[in-house]
C-alpha cells in the first residue's frame, strides 16, 4: 500500500490534467509551520466528483498514469 505523502502528493511526474484540487484554489503562500489540511480532497473534472470515469478514485496516486482509459494527458 502507498504511503500517504505519496500518495496526495500534487508533484507527481504525469498527473492527468482533469485531476483538480482545493489547494489549486486557495491563493496564498505556504507556511511550512502549518500542517497541510486539504490532503485527499481531489476531484476529476470529466465527472466532477472524486470518482473518475473509469469508476476509480481521482487523486495523484491513482491518476499519474496513462494506463488510465480516462488519462488526459500531463498537467505539467
Avoid at 465527472?47 to 500531463?74: F, L, M
Wanted: include cysteine; glycine fraction near 10%.
Amino acid at each position: 500500500m502507498m504511503e500517504k505523502s505519496e500518495r496526495f502528493n500534487t508533484e507527481r511526474p504525469g498527473l492527468c490534467s482533469a485531476l483538480h484540487s482545493k489547494s489549486q484554489y486557495v491563493w496564498s503562500d505556504p507556511d511550512p509551520t502549518v500542517p497541510r489540511s486539504n490532503d485527499g480532497l481531489f476531484w476529476c473534472a470529466l465527472t466532477q466528483t472524486c470518482i473518475g470515469p473509469d469508476g476509480k478514485v481521482a487523486e495523484p496516486g491513482n491518476c499519474c498514469s496513462g494506463e488510465r482509459g480516462c488519462h488526459c494527458g500531463s498537467s505539467k
